[in-house]
């Protein structure tokens, strides 16, 4: 699922001066507050309330506003190498993009992106492209992506970031939002100059970006954003922020776990007798997250924070357009869809993905429940591009999406193509079966088991030490019960252990998930414990196994 695109919160920030009120919060010790007043937060709040209304009628309006959208980017690039070759001039409505721009990917594009990365214009988009995103997913060829992003991408993105806060703000009722500081978990702010373009990574790209009102209300500091070494870069931010009033955490949902445990380790060094977070930051409300499903992640949040009164806003974005997606806090499943800030979506039935001319269908012709592979047209010039998701609408009115895997990434010995939120769900029915929290997890397949034609899965998983299951054998009878609920083809090959053996789990080593995940993607803060392992992947992780005889 994707890179986390930050909030538009600020952008570098100011050293705050001693000066700055402090706020005392009761049992805790006085906290460094912003200098903005109360007055601000309010201001805000209203802002807030109008821009979510806006949202809100983009959602009922989605083929008036995808329309829209289609038109602007199409004539925006009616005069460039693609425009001309594609008809652009011609295209008056969807039924005419879809019929005379094809479905591409990565490889298809490559060659625009190479001549523009060499510093040409006029190819995709008429404007020069300075910036180009390291995604940290890769092509169907092997290769590296360095996707465009262009000044009006980061403009849409910044709109969209401001939508996912402003919507938590105007539910919250949150006023005094700006009187605390905001942490950002991202990657260092450094560029790789290459010929007339910069190479970085979407996140830090867009920390630099930020609005610079809110710069005084935006950690970490300049030199603390530049450490490149990402677990020493959480210590050092533990180390330093442990007495400012930090309201909100923005980052991949995946790492804040790791955060809040150090942040109680450096206080505890300095003598403090705490188990919470909410000892330390007790304002601490809220967790700007993406990059993947919270869900997983809530109990160990909750044991971390101390408490469950805190909100954790969950995002669905791309280095490939920004941000399309966000929490809106009505209880429903998936994410509110934003319709209106620059992206054009089409989707493709996984069903019919490999056919030589499979069914396009813009959003707001999508069905509820299907499973599709979703293509976006850009402000930086990709048209139509798949990028390797899949995703499906539990709402169509409004239009919520959820993650659910990646084309490349199910896992499947019969043609079950179980999906990555397959797996999430199922291990959610195994622990509240056999109660124990994870810390993260992923499933790959033996194939093959004891010589025989017959396979099975296996769930790799590391447990928090105070809610480790009673049983791993009874927790893979109840994550292989809840896979047979989910999947159909599954349950049929799973019968009588016809074509797939019952399932096994494999406990990882204290700390094992991190170390895995920090080896397999270089440090990479926008990398994720993948669900589904791929066989180099798996082989891996095997380092990281437990060793310890007293786990049944």
């Known amino acids: 699922m994707q890179t986390h695109e930050p909030a538009a919160l600020g952008s570098k920030p100011a050293a705050p001066e001693a000066s700055n009120p402090a706020v005392e919060v009761s049992s805790a010790p006085v906290l460094r507050a912003t200098a903005f007043p109360s ?12 821009q979510t209304a806006i949202w809100d009628r983009a959602a009922k309006r989605v083929e008036q506003e995808q329309e829209r959208a289609l038109a602007e980017l199409v004539a925006h690039a009616r005069g460039t190498e693609f425009g001309r070759a594609h008809g652009f001039e011609r295209i008056r409505r969807y039924a005419d993009f879809a019929r005379q721009v094809p479905i591409g990917d990565y490889d298809s594009f490559s060659p625009y992106i190479e001549r523009m990365r060499k510093g040409e214009r006029g190819l995709v988009v008429p404007e020069f492209i300075r910036y180009y995103g390291n995604s940290s997913g890769s092509s169907n060829q092997g290769r590296q992506k360095f996707l465009p992003i262009g000044e009006r991408q980061i403009s849409y993105q910044k709109k969209a970031g401001a939508d996912a806060l402003m919507r938590y703000l105007a539910h919250k009722g949150d006023a005094r939002y700006p009187t605390g500081y905001t942490l950002g978990l991202f990657p260092p702010i450094t560029m790789r100059a290459e010929g007339p373009v910069l190479i970085t990574s979407n ?39 442990l007495d400012y009033d930090v309201r909100s955490i923005s980052g991949t949902t995946c790492w804040f776990t790791l955060m809040l445990q150090k942040v109680i ?33 809530l109990p160990i949040l909750e044991r971390l924070m101390g408490t469950s009164d805190f909100t954790l806003v969950d995002t669905y974005n791309a280095t490939e357009g920004g941000l399309f997606a966000a929490t ?20 493709v039935p996984m069903d019919e993905r ?15 429940d299907r499973l599709y592979s979703i293509l976006v047209t850009t402000v930086s010039g990709l048209y139509a591009y798949e990028i390797g998701d899949i995703v499906r609408f539990p709402s169509i009115a409004p239009h919520r999406i959820e993650f659910a895997g990646r084309t490349a990434g199910c896992l499947s010995v019969t043609q079950e193509l179980t999906t990555h939120i397959e797996i ?12 124990c929290r994870t810390l993260d997890f992923g499933a790959a397949a033996d194939v093959g088991v004891a010589g025989t034609a017959k396979s099975r899965y296996v769930l790799y998983a590391e447990f928090d030490a105070s809610a480790e299951p009673k049983s791993l054998e009874q927790l893979a009878a109840a994550f292989d019960e809840g896979l047979g609920k989910l999947n159909r083809v599954y349950r049929e090959h799973r019968a009588g252990d016809v074509a797939i053996l019952p399932p096994i789990v494999v ?20 990398g994720k414990f993948p669900r589904i392992l791929s066989e180099a992947r798996r082989e891996k992780l095997l380092a990281y196994i437990r060793q310890d005889p007293t786990v049944s």
């Open 424 to 435: 999430e769900q199922a291990v959610a029915y195994a622990i509240k079966q056999v109660p």
């Open 507 to 526: 406990a990882l080593a204290r700390g094992g998930a991190q170390r895995f995940l920090h080896e397999v993607t270089n440090g990479n803060v926008q």
């Open 203 to 241: 996140p830090a790209l867009m920390v630099t970006r930020m609005p610079k009102f809110t710069a005084p209300m935006y950690l970490p500091h300049d030199e603390i954003k530049r450490v490149p070494e990402y677990e020493r870069r959480l210590g050092i931010i533990a180390e330093r922020y």
């Open 265 to 297: 380790e450096a206080a505890r060094r300095r003598g403090r007798s705490v188990s919470t977070v909410r000892e330390i930051w007790p304002n601490l409300k809220v967790m700007l997250g993406g990059g993947v499903s919270a869900d997983p992640y």
């Open 39 to 50: 007055l601000v937060g309010k201001a805000l709040l209203g802002v807030a309330h109008v």
């Open 328 to 347: 809106d806090f009505t209880g429903a499943p998936g994410m509110l869809m934003i319709p209106h800030r620059g992206t054009f979506f089409e989707f």
């Open 354 to 368: 490999d056919k030589p001319n499979p069914t396009r269908v813009p959003l707001w012709g999508v069905e509820r």
